[in-house]
């Protein structure tokens, strides 16, 4: 697994290791901490400190560790940093997706990738996305999945390696390794009742690490039976920010007074980012298990993991 020391990589090597599986994890330590996975009560899980654009180590770490699946979640994230450096995010996120895939039919063992790609791959609408809708994304994050998705169309078209492409939504709960809307929210409410924020009337839907884990894991089986399956990974229910705050601020007893942050408001900012996760539900047989505002008290308890936060 690729970035599996980073936010979704910690819960999804919990989740993995609960099923039973061997896991090796490798991560640039750039963004996240082996301490995501102790937070987690992981153990027994192989780290490698490997940069993902680096394809003779990845082949060579592949070759030796022989997996028949493999997960790749290494990504710059953050949307502020891919916009205030687009050329290493597209040098991590494409052309690290490339230097996996290589490595993986080098590797003569490889049976599955599952690829976290995101709802940020779609055309703006104020309607729930579903897998058939138009691609057209709007910002450099959301470009850089659409070319990791080609890519990983195109391997499997070349090599008859399963692929499973998991669209994920706003992901939240404890342990992030990027100050996102929630955890800044949280944190900033733990110091006092003032915030300062961004435009609170965009809507999105958010969902749990922990159910995240859970579907890309079931993708991973389900694709190789597919050969090539994209699907949508979310809780189907858009959310505005207003409410993420009054939920957080209700949960932490606080009288909340907002402040509007120019330099938080994104000059391209969809209003609408919500899932349609049937195909989820059918193929996958997989829904997600923890609500909103279940999920909201679990962050509070560790807003952020360790590793580099970025302001």
């Given at each position: 697994m690729t970035g599996g020391c980073g936010f979704i990589g910690a819960h999804l090597c919990a989740h993995l290791v609960q099923r039973g599986e061997d896991i090796v994890v490798v991560d640039d330590l750039?963004?996240?901490?082996?301490?995501?996975?102790?937070?987690?009560?992981?153990?027994?899980?192989?780290?490698?400190?490997?940069?993902?654009?680096d394809v003779e180590s990845l082949t060579r770490l592949l070759r030796k560790s022989r997996p028949e699946k493999v997960i790749h979640l290494a990504a710059?994230?953050?949307?502020?940093?891919?916009?205030?450096?687009?050329?290493?995010?597209?040098?991590?996120?494409v052309e690290g997706?490339?230097?996996?895939?290589?490595?993986?039919?080098?590797?003569?063992?490889?049976?599955?990738?599952?690829?976290?790609?995101?709802?940020?791959v779609y055309r703006p609408d104020t309607t729930a996305?579903?897998?058939?809708?138009?691609?057209?994304?709007?910002?450099?994050?959301?470009?850089?999945?659409?070319?990791?998705?080609?890519?990983?169309q195109l391997f499997h078209a070349k090599t008859g390696i399963a692929v499973g492409i998991a669209r994920i939504f706003n992901t939240f709960g404890p342990g992030e390794t990027n100050p996102h809307f929630i955890p800044?929210?949280?944190?900033?409410?733990?110091?006092?009742?003032?915030?300062?924020?961004?435009?609170?009337?965009?809507?999105?839907d958010y969902i749990y690490a922990g159910d995240v884990a859970s579907a890309i894991a079931r993708l991973g089986d389900v694709c190789l039976e597919r050969g090539l399956l994209t699907c949508n990974v979310g809780r189907e229910e858009a959310v505005e920010g207003s409410r993420?705050?009054?939920?957080?601020?209700?949960?932490?007893g606080r009288d909340v007074k907002i402040e509007v942050d120019r330099q938080r408001v994104r000059a391209d900012d969809r209003p609408v980012l919500a899932s349609n996760c049937r195909l989820?539900?059918?193929?996958?047989?997989?829904?997600?298990?923890?609500?909103?505002e279940e999920g909201l008290e679990a962050a509070l308890e560790r807003p952020l993991g360790k590793g580099v936060a970025l302001a």
């Open positions: 750039s963004v996240g901490s082996p301490g995501n996975l102790e937070a987690l009560d992981v153990a027994a899980v192989d780290v490698q400190t490997v940069d993902i654009r710059v994230h953050f949307i502020p940093l891919c916009e205030s450096d687009p050329v290493n995010a597209i040098r991590t996120n997706t490339q230097a996996l895939l290589q490595a993986c039919t080098a590797a003569g063992s490889v049976q599955s990738v599952v690829l976290a790609s995101s709802g940020a996305h579903q897998e058939t809708d138009e691609l057209g994304p709007t910002d450099t994050y959301g470009h850089t999945k659409l070319w990791a998705e080609q890519l990983s800044s929210v949280i944190l900033q409410l733990m110091e006092g009742s003032t915030i300062r924020v961004g435009n609170l009337t965009t809507r999105r993420i705050v009054e939920l957080i601020g209700s949960a932490l989820a539900h059918s193929e996958l047989d997989w829904h997600p298990q923890t609500g909103l």
